[in-house]
């Protein structure tokens, strides 16, 4: 059922929040950058923490996404943004 979803967002099907936009960009710049609340480089197994917590917060916005999307799906209703 996820690749439906994503299917639906990226032929414009589904539109995602503003908040959940700015998340996914944001894990993945924070992810990404050098600079991070516990670095990996001085705490090598204690830097990966910050890390997931912050994935752990994207996984939990990408699955009430989908949830949105699959209530939309039962109920045959049409998203008015």
Do not use: H, N
């Amino acid at each position: 059922m996820w690749m439906k979803f994503f299917k639906a967002i990226l032929s414009g099907k589904w539109k995602l929040s503003a908040v959940s936009w700015v998340a996914a960009i944001g894990t993945v710049v924070y992810v990404v950058s050098p600079i991070d609340v516990i670095p990996e480089l001085f705490l090598p197994f204690i830097g990966y923490i910050d890390d997931l917590g912050i994935w752990g917060v994207m996984s939990i916005l990408a699955a009430r996404e989908k949830s949105r999307w699959e209530a939309s799906l039962r109920d045959g209703s049409i998203q008015v943004d």
